[in-house]
């Protein structure tokens, strides 16, 4: 039989078959137009040539209005760990041939899992952790027969960005309550004997009032895991400025139950019973980025920041000739070595690991009275104090350069005094009135959870507990390394303006210019003015050369 004439090829694929030369005709005709069609391209005609890279790099520094990607950065969040808790210990007895009512051999439950965290580089932000909200390892198996041990539960590594501050809220920890607890009744007599539905696991087939009456053995204090050991002392503070080798223990997980054979004695030869795993702790914590980006872009709405990012990396944020095209920061990477032959830029950090990329925040514009909390109010003000060099980008084409650049160092110095002023406030309220002979009352909220051992005296023992946290302590900005990048330098009647910007950074490091914040101990080193043309790609090389100077410092 010949390879046309199959019974179902006619019907799969019409056009080899002979007979049907309608079908056939037509398909070929599909076919043939669709070999014919060119896809639409706006960088190339019908007769020229096939697109450069020069064209591709034009495409992506001059997309379409809807050709971007929506950010998702995320740089304060609240997380709920949930530690896992222990397996139930088994009930089993020994049964083989010729023992038919053997010993018991119940195993032990497995402990719960544990939640860790590392700082690793390559991660910006916080949002893959901050959409998950609640964190739970896994729990240990319950025990087996055979005194086989029940299996640990699964761990949790929390992947967090270097810079990120962890610092905790809250926490609940059953086991270390039941422990205080008992050391609260050490004087009282404890009963013998009593069954507690949440520590005791009965025999199959048996009803809690068949041990009604029955004496139960002594609970035994309460245990934790050996990871209980490296777990990082409550309250949590971790500040990680740098990748940690090993991860940090935050939460361990709870021990299992026992099995029946830790209760055989002569008062019970053959246990029918074995104790309940522990429940896992809870901590509440809330995790900050401390560095937000190694630079960070600074200027007034639509002064091309979000094309200088384009132009200075892969990413794709949203370009647009309105004002407010950015809502929220976008990261992007320079690369400086991509391990394919020799790198681009050769620079270490200050650790001496080589420095292969640095992160730019591109950070939404600023207008006039920011620190007043109008535009997109304080919340982006603060992203400018985390990032470790400032890059104000000007607009050349948009009035004097000067002005702009003195107007976004005011709203900077207004802000930053406003966090002084926050800062003075915290520290007097943590203030406390000591006297030798009498109590010491602490001011403002501390006086409301003053909380004494002895009736007769007013010391205070615990501080506050709330569930906001106090803002993070950053860098003044004043004293942070900077730089001027003047951007569409490309366009006509703009050299004027540059000089003006270059004559007024040169005064200011020869001295006989004020530093535009008009602060104290303001950074005073070398300035520069970097003319580029962003959305052409000119002149965009030395950035990452001037950027990596400063991070080196």
């Known amino acids: 039989m010949s390879r046309t004439s199959s019974t179902l090829l006619p019907f799969l694929y019409p056009c080899f078959e002979c007979k049907s030369v309608g079908i056939s005709t037509t398909v070929r005709r599909a076919l043939n137009q669709y070999r014919l069609r060119k896809p639409h391209s706006t960088l190339s005609t019908a007769h020229g040539p096939e697109p450069t890279e020069q064209h591709a790099a034009s495409s992506h520094l ?20 949930a530690a896992g808790s222990g397996g139930h210990g088994c009930i089993s007895f020994l049964r083989e041939k010729f023992i038919p009512d053997g010993p018991a051999n119940g195993g032990d439950g497995g402990s719960g899992g544990n939640i860790f965290i590392q700082a690793i580089r390559g991660e910006t932000s916080l949002h893959k952790l901050a ?25 949790v590594l929390l992947q967090v960005p270097v810079g990120t501050v962890v610092r905790e809220i809250t926490r609940r ?19 013998r004997g009593q069954w507690r539905r949440d520590k005791w696991i009965l025999y199959p087939s048996s009803t809690p009032s068949d041990y009604a009456m029955a004496e139960f053995p002594d609970l035994q204090r309460s245990r934790k895991s050996g990871f209980a050991l490296s777990q990082v002392p409550a309250p949590i503070h971790l500040d990680l400025p740098q990748p940690t080798e090993a991860p940090i223990l935050l939460a361990a997980g709870a021990v299992g139950g026992l099995g029946n054979p830790h209760f055989v004695s002569k008062t019970f030869p053959k246990p029918k019973f074995a104790t309940k795993g522990d429940p896992g702790m809870t901590v509440t914590v809330e995790l900050e980025l401390k560095l937000l980006a190694d630079v960070g872009f600074v200027g007034l709405p639509n002064a091309g920041k979000s094309t200088l990012l384009r132009a200075m990396s892969r990413s794709r944020a949203r370009v647009g000739s ?9 990261i992007g990477t ?13 620079a270490s950090r200050a650790t001496g690991e080589p420095r292969t990329y640095f992160s730019v925040a591109d950070i939404p514009g600023l207008i006039p009275d920011a620190h007043k909390d109008r535009g997109l109010g304080l919340g982006f003000l603060r992203h400018v104090e985390r990032a470790q060099v ?9 009035g004097d350069a000067v002005v702009a650049l003195k107007n976004l160092w005011r709203e900077l110095a207004a802000f930053e005094n406003l966090r002084s002023m926050e800062t003075n406030v915290r520290t007097e309220s943590r203030m406390v009135d000591w006297k030798a002979f009498g109590s010491s009352i602490s001011s403002a909220s501390a006086q409301d959870a003053a909380v004494a051992n002895n009736k007769n005296s007013g010391f205070v023992i615990n501080p506050p507990s709330s569930q906001h946290l106090p803002d993070l302590l950053y860098k003044p900005i004043s004293t942070k390394p900077w ?3 003047a951007t569409k330098a490309d366009l006509d009647g703009t050299q004027d303006n540059f000089a003006r910007l270059q004559e007024y950074l040169q005064a200011i490091m020869a001295g006989d210019e004020a530093h535009p914040s008009g602060l104290e101990n303001s950074w005073l080193g070398k300035l520069a003015t970097i003319p580029v043309s962003a959305i052409r790609g000119e002149g965009i090389e ?4 001037w950027t990596v100077s400063l991070l080196d410092d």
Not at 67 to 77: E, G, L, M, N, P
Not at 542 to 545: A, G, L, V, Y
């Open 62 to 81: 001059n997309p379409a209005p809807d050709d971007y990607a929506r950010s998702v950065f995320t740089d304060k969040c609240q997380l709920t760990l």
């Open 131 to 155: 959409r998950r909200g609640i964190i739970k390892a896994g729990r240990g198996k319950n025990g087996q027969g055979k005194a086989k041990g029940g299996q640990r539960g699964e761990d």
């Open 173 to 191: 920890d059953p086991v270390a309550e039941e422990e205080q607890q008992r050391r609260d009744n050490a004087s009282e007599d404890e009963v």
């Open 322 to 330: 309105w004002a407010f095209t950015t809502l929220q920061p976008n």
């Open 334 to 346: 320079v690369v400086l070595d991509n391990h394919q032959g020799r790198p681009h830029l050769s």
């Open 390 to 398: 400032l890059a104000f980008v000007v607009d050349l084409g948009a």
């Open 483 to 485: 730089f001027v990048v």
């Open 542 to 545: 030395r950035i990452p050369e």
